[in-house]
């Protein structure tokens, strides 16, 4: 898959990342550099925009590449990634959106310290923020190395690597010039470019089926080498009780891990108020929807067209499977429809992964100088001292990611990504809904919630065998493999939550009241809110 291929794919690349530049260029032009710009475009977005930009951001290589792969693999039992990030919306929408949008200002902390200590809570929230998105920004680095292998043959190594280092040299790039306001414009674009993509590759796999989406089925399963195992649950997921029960642990990462991750909460506050933030979900939800939805008869074609074979041949975690369908659509290796729709996808879900690293740093960055470095400084900190931080930030979270995902570009993005979502859903996510929720909640509550989740989550990750004893671990060679389950969300999110109650039930500082109140009447009406 070389010379056509490799040349036309390239020159799709090179046009991406021109535009988005000058997108970013032009941006970094007309920003006055506050705080408020850098962090939250200046809140002036409209919920339409705010809703492609969110779905662009959670449309991720996880969602295009992992998934199709996963499903494309192992049929039925993939589609959980599907149902799990569609399904995780109607938590966001009924429970986090238009709260935090009215009690924050940039960042998960915000909400949290509103009626908390400070500087002991920004702390912890902002050390998992950055976590999360590290984690979350790994996933995305393997999936630049798996398309650009492809794109190369398979055969360069040094490639691959190279990829990864200039993926996070370009999301450095946007995010300390252009903050909030030239993400958000990327975000949207890729939205747009990728919605197109999974249109056109669904409509070209039901007209070869001539819309039998049963024949469709029918064709997969014969051509996975599972035969009618491949449509129903258990290929992956089945078996012992320990593979049940992490279909268990991922289900729930993954529906309530959405409403943790804070490059997401970030764009809530990139509107101007808690009922534009709730419409933008809702503009969300209807693209996202659409979208997995066609994730799942990509993945199914790419098993009925290419096959499970060729799939797992090409890349063993099945990250290849829609670049190789829409190949194989276009008209096989050499023809020219073949080359120019594979080159369009491998663009696409190049853009995607330019677009997603960028609004993850830039929540990361976020993170460290609005939460971390200001709670350090805070009598000294000024917003434009913030905002230099934030830039230099970005950097060492993209030199760390670039690191991790070199480490880890041979498994699946979608499975990544599940780890991310576990972590955000322990770590984030109990401490979000104490603060919202509970009357009585304390500051040593709100910490303790936080290093309850976080701890644990990736102390399990550590002791998994993600990690070592087995062959398709990232150390294969060394066995430290204590905890059975690959996903630690079945253990670490109900961890999370106990520790936060825990520590306000032992904690002898008395609940702010009135703090409370306060919270509760802004969250509810917007009154007072930035």
Not at 42 to 63: C, H, K, Q, T, V
Not at 149 to 154: H, K, P, R, S, T
Not at 178 to 196: D, E, F, H, N, P
Not at 383 to 404: H, M
Request: charge should be neutral; proline fraction near 3%; glycine fraction near 12%.
């Amino acid at each position: 898959m070389i010379g056509d291929h490799q040349t036309l794919a390239l020159l799709l690349f090179g046009v991406f990342v021109a535009v988005t530049l000058a997108i970013t260029t032009w941006v970094s032009r007309n920003r006055h550099g506050s705080a408020e710009e850098f962090y939250a475009g200046g809140r002036l977005f409209s919920p339409m925009e705010n809703g492609f930009a969110i779905a662009g951001d959670y449309m991720s290589a996880a969602s295009f590449l992992g998934i199709s792969g996963l499903i494309a693999l192992f049929g039925y039992d993939g589609l959980l990634y599907s149902v799990g990030f569609l399904v995780a919306w109607l938590v966001v929408l009924f429970l986090v959106a238009e709260l935090v949008r009215n009690c924050g200002r940039f960042t998960l902390a915000d909400v949290v310290a509103a009626r908390m200590r400070e500087r002991p809570v920004r702390i912890a929230a902002g050390t998992s923020s950055v976590t999360v998105s590290v984690l979350y920004l790994v996933a995305q680095m393997v999936g630049a190395g798996s398309l650009v292998a492809l794109l190369l043959g398979g055969t360069s190594g040094a490639a691959q690597a190279w990829t990864v280092i200039g993926v996070g040299a370009l999301m450095v790039i946007y995010v300390s010039l252009g903050g909030m306001r030239a993400t958000t414009w990327i975000q949207i674009v890729k939205a747009v470019l990728l919605m197109c993509g999974a249109i056109a590759l669904t409509v070209l796999v039901l007209v070869r089926f001539h819309g039998d989406f049963d024949q469709l089925l029918r064709t997969a399963a014969d051509r996975s080498g599972h035969g009618s195992q491949f449509l129903a649950p258990g290929l992956k997921y089945g078996g012992d009780w320990t593979a049940r029960l992490d279909f268990i642990s991922l289900g729930l990462a993954l529906v309530l891990g959405t409403a943790g991750l804070p490059h997401i909460l970030s764009r809530f506050y990139t509107v101007p108020t808690a009922r534009a933030a709730r419409r933008s979900v809702v503009w969300s939800i209807g693209l996202i929807g659409g979208f997995y939805l066609m994730t799942i008869v990509l993945g199914f074609g790419a098993a009925a067209i290419v096959g499970s074979d060729a799939v797992r041949g090409s890349n063993a975690a099945g990250n290849t499977a829609v670049p190789l369908l829409a190949l194989d659509l276009g008209g096989g290796a050499d023809s020219t429809g073949g080359t120019v729709l594979f080159a369009i996808v491998a663009a696409i879900a190049f853009a995607t992964i330019l677009a997603v690293v960028a609004g993850i740093t830039l929540a990361s960055s976020a993170s460290v100088a609005h939460d971390l470095y200001a709670s350090l400084r805070r009598k000294h900190a000024k917003p434009r001292s913030e905002v230099a931080v934030a830039r230099v930030a970005a950097a060492g979270i993209g030199v760390v990611a670039i690191g991790l995902g070199l480490l880890a570009r041979d498994l699946n993005v979608a499975f990544l990504v599940g780890l991310a979502f576990a972590v955000a859903a322990s770590a984030n996510l109990p401490v979000l809904l104490y603060s919202l929720f509970w009357r009585n909640f304390t500051t040593r509550g709100a910490v303790w919630s936080v290093y309850g989740g976080l701890v644990p989550s990736l102390a399990l990750v550590l002791l998994s065998p993600v990690v070592s004893g087995g062959p398709n671990s990232l150390f294969p060679g060394v066995d430290f493999q204590y905890f059975p389950l690959e996903n630690p969300g079945l253990v670490s999110i109900p961890l999370g939550f106990l520790a936060g109650w825990l520590g306000t039930v032992t904690s002898s500082e008395p609940a702010d009241e009135a703090k409370h109140a306060e919270t509760e009447v802004r969250s509810l009406t917007g009154a007072g809110a930035v």
